[in-house]
C-alpha cells in the first residue's frame, strides 16, 4: 500500500526549578537557582525567571467536548508539554477530566532564537497558555518548569505529582536539527536518551505503577523492503523460529536517538517490570483540535521551517503564499501521516489501555501513507478549490535518503481499539491552509528553503545556513 488509507486489518500552581548542569548548544542554561520542590497541591503560585505569575482558582472538573473520559480522573503528567503534540495533548485531556501536569524546559522556544525563526501562528508563553485554559475550561493544569535530564528535578517532580501515567513527549524532535553540526548531533543524543532514561529510573524508583507512554516515531524503521510490522517481527531462522523487536534504521541522529529509546525501554520494561508504551508516530499535520480554538491564547505552534517544518507544512505555506512547492529529489519518498486531532486520541487510548507490567507495548500511530508526490497533488487540488495556483518544482535533496521505495506499514491496534481516524483529503483546508492564508504576512520566505545538508553537517557554516536558509 502507497498511499491512502491504513487498510492494515487555572494555574492553581506553578513551580519553576532551574539546572546548573547542561547547555543547550550555544545557549546558557536557564538562569536561576535550583529550589526545593514542595507539594504542588499547596502552592498557590510562584515565580517564573523573575515575572509573577497570578494564581487562578479551578472551581470545577467539568468537561468540554465529546471524546469518551473513561479516564476521568487519572494523574497524567505530560513531558514537553508545551510543544506541538505536548500541548494539544495537554489541554484534550484536561478537558476530559484527567488530572494533568506539564514538565517542560522550554528549550523549543529557544531554538527558534537561536536560529531566527517562528511559528507561523503566534503563540502565547507557557504561563500564559496556562491560565488562559484555566478561565476558559475552569480545569487547571499543573506547571512544573525544568530539565528532566537534571535528576533532581525530575525527582522532585515526580515526588510531587505522583502520576499515574507519563506521557514522554519531551525530547528534541527535528532531524535537520540533529544534522546540523557535531554540537546538535550530540545534544540531540544525550538530551533524548539521558532523559528517557531518567524517566524510567524514576518511575522504577518513585511511581512503580505508573504506565510510560513514549513517543516514538516511525522514522526508526527506515525504508525497509518488507512490510513493517508494529513492533515486534517473527523470524524463522535455521530451523528456529523468535519474536524480535522489528529491525531499525534511523536515518538521522535525531532517530537514532529514538531507536537507543526503544531499546532502553525495552529492556527496562522487563527488567523493572515497568509497564511501557511505545507509539511510532507518523507525520502529525493541523493545528485545530477543540481544545486549542477555545480562545487565541491557547493556539497550537505551527513549524514551516526548513528545520522544524514537515514537508506537509512547508508545502502548505509555499502554497498559500504563490511559492512553488519544493520537492525533494524524485518525491517518491512515502511516509504515515495522521491529523493532530488523532495523536491526542492515540496518546488517550494508550492511557485507558495500559499496557501490562513488564511489557513495552508497540502501537503505529498512523492512519494514511502518502508519497510526497501524492501531498503535491492533494495541495494542488485543495489549493484550487480557494483560487491558488499551485506550482512544483524539483530541488536537490539534502537528505540522505531512498526517494522512490516501497513502504507498508502496520497499523490497526489503535483502531482495534477504537480509533477513529481523521482523513487528509477531508481536512486540508480546515486544518491547515485557512491557518496558512489567515497568517501568511508572517511568513518569512527564506525559511521555507532546504536548510541543512546531510553530508555536510560540521562544517563552519551550517550554523549560518541553519539561521538563514541560503
Not at 537514532?256 to 522487563?270: C, E, G, Q, T
Amino acid at each position: 500500500m502507497s498511499k491512502g488509507l491504513c487498510k492494515s486489518p487555572a494555574l492553581a500552581s506553578t513551580h519553576t526549578a532551574t539546572s546548573t548542569r547542561r547547555q543547550v548548544p550555544f545557549i546558557p542554561r536557564f538562569p536561576g537557582h535550583r529550589q526545593k520542590m514542595t507539594s504542588l497541591e499547596s502552592l498557590p503560585c510562584a515565580m517564573s525567571r523573575g515575572s509573577a505569575v497570578q494564581a487562578v482558582v479551578s472551581p470545577s472538573q467539568g468537561e468540554m467536548g465529546t471524546a469518551h473520559s473513561s479516564g476521568a480522573g487519572t494523574r497524567v503528567m505530560i513531558i514537553g508539554g508545551d510543544g506541538y503534540c505536548g500541548w494539544a495533548t495537554a489541554l484534550h485531556l484536561s478537558a476530559r477530566g484527567y488530572k494533568v501536569a506539564i514538565v517542560d524546559n522550554l528549550v523549543r522556544r529557544t531554538f527558534d532564537l537561536q536560529l531566527g525563526m517562528d511559528t507561523l501562528t503566534p503563540i502565547s508563553s507557557i504561563h500564559e497558555r496556562v491560565k488562559k485554559w484555566a478561565e476558559v475550561s475552569g480545569n487547571h493544569i499543573d506547571l512544573m518548569v525544568g530539565d528532566i535530564c537534571d535528576w533532581d528535578f525530575l525527582e522532585q517532580s515526580m515526588e510531587s505529582f505522583r502520576p499515574e501515567a507519563v506521557v514522554h513527549f519531551g525530547e528534541q524532535r527535528s532531524a535537520p536539527y540533529s544534522m546540523i553540526d557535531r554540537t546538535r548531533a550530540v545534544y540531540t543524543q544525550q538530551n533524548n536518551v539521558i532523559g528517557t532514561i531518567n524517566v524510567l529510573y524514576a518511575i522504577k524508583e518513585i511511581c512503580p505503577d505508573c504506565h510510560l507512554v513514549k513517543l516514538g516515531t516511525m522514522g526508526e524503521y527506515g525504508t525497509p523492503n518488507i512490510d513493517i510490522e508494529e513492533g515486534y517481527i517473527t523470524i524463522e531462522h535455521n530451523g528456529r523460529t523468535d519474536t524480535l523487536p522489528y529491525p531499525k534504521q534511523g536515518g538521522s541522529f535525531y532517530h537514532l536517538s529514538k531507536v537507543h529509546d526503544s531499546h532502553n525501554i525495552f529492556f527496562a520494561s522487563k527488567a523493572w517490570d515497568i509497564a511501557c508504551t511505545d507509539l511510532n508516530q507518523g507525520v502529525v499535520y493541523g493545528v485545530r483540535t477543540e481544545e486549542t480554538m477555545a480562545d487565541p491564547a491557547l493556539i497550537n505552534r505551527y513549524d514551516y521551517d526548513g528545520i522544524f517544518g514537515t514537508a506537509l507544512n512547508r508545502f502548505v505555506v509555499q502554497a498559500a503564499v504563490g511559492h512553488p512547492l519544493t520537492v525533494y529529489g524524485k518525491g517518491g519518498q512515502t511516509r504515515g501521516f495522521l491529523d493532530i486531532r488523532d495523536t491526542v486520541r492515540c496518546v488517550q487510548i494508550a492511557i485507558d489501555n495500559p499496557a501490562n507490567k513488564g511489557e513495552m507495548r508497540v502501537f503505529n500511530q498512523f492512519t494514511e501513507q502518502f508519497s510526497v508526490n501524492d501531498l503535491t497533488k492533494i495541495i494542488s487540488t485543495e489549493g484550487a478549490k480557494l483560487g491558488l495556483d499551485v506550482n512544483i518544482v524539483s530541488v536537490p535533496n539534502p537528505r540522505v535518503e531512498k526517494e522512490e521505495h516501497y513502504y507498508n506499514a502496520k497499523c490497526t491496534k489503535l483502531r482495534d481499539l477504537g480509533l477513529e481516524p481523521h482523513l487528509l483529503s477531508d481536512g486540508l483546508i480546515d486544518s491547515l491552509l485557512t491557518f496558512a492564508l489567515e497568517h501568511k504576512d508572517r511568513v518569512n520566505m527564506d525559511l521555507i528553503k532546504p536548510a541543512v545538508n546531510w553530508k555536510k553537517s560540521g562544517v563552519v557554516d551550517a550554523m549560518t545556513n541553519a539561521a538563514v536558509s541560503k
